[in-house]
């Protein structure tokens, strides 16, 4: 029979999980902010079909890091050990104080393979309560590196639009410009839930 102390931690000390971690370890921690949400919703048995929802939210982010290594075992590679983070993330309504998201899953830190060669790379795979999941594996970024994020749109076909030109842009999509800034200006002064309807699809 096994006696397990009160004080027993069933994993390596601390020094040990932050150096197995890499670029992880300055996620471990709660994450606290405000923000804007904007999907894009089915409007059954209306024309237009989908309606436009911008949220004043409030985001809690949450990461702790696995209680152990955990080993992946190969057949033409030794067994390999890596670490990672489990997360929890929560979006609310700040006007209705409804739960709008919640997710769950791990970030992963895993060595450099050889065979199969590959480098060290980031993984993050989640769930969704929709009944979705998501498995991402990507490069670890050099010092100073930050991420590119092209233009947008929250009209359907916004990226085909982005490509038409500025004019096209501007002329076309004023309407969605003027909207878009007075409904989050409003729904984060008013703490509320803004809908407009899409009148259009370019």
């Known amino acids: ?23 992880l370890v300055q996620l471990v921690d709660r994450w606290v902010g405000k ?3 904007v999907v894009l919703l089915p409007a059954r048995g209306n024309t237009p079909p989908f309606r436009r929802v911008v949220n004043a939210t409030l985001e809690l982010l949450d990461f702790a890091p696995l209680g152990a290594l955990i080993p992946n ?23 209705s104080l409804e739960e709008i998201h919640v997710e769950s899953g791990q970030w992963l830190n895993l060595p450099e393979t050889d065979p199969p060669s590959g480098n060290a ?3 993050r795979q ?3 309560l929709h009944g979705d999941t998501l498995l991402a594996q990507g490069p670890i970024p050099q010092p100073k590196a930050h991420p590119v994020v092209p233009g947008s749109s929250t009209y359907r076909g916004g ?5 038409r ?10 309407e969605l410009l003027i909207r878009m800034a007075v409904a989050s200006i409003f729904g984060l002064l008013a703490q509320r839930t803004v809908e407009t309807p899409i009148a259009r699809s370019y």
């Open 159 to 163: 990226e085909r639009n982005l490509k």
């Open 1 to 23: 029979m096994i006696t397990i102390h009160q004080n027993f931690r069933a994993s390596p000390e601390i020094a040990e999980v932050e150096r197995v971690l890499g670029p």
């Open 126 to 128: 989640a769930t969704i």
């Open 73 to 95: 075992r190969g057949s033409a590679q030794d067994t390999i050990f890596f670490s990672g983070l489990s997360y929890l993330q929560q979006i609310t309504d700040l006007n």
């Open 121 to 123: 790379s980031i993984v």
């Open 35 to 37: 923000g804007v949400n």
């Open 165 to 174: 030109g500025v004019g096209f842009q501007f002329f076309r999509c004023l």
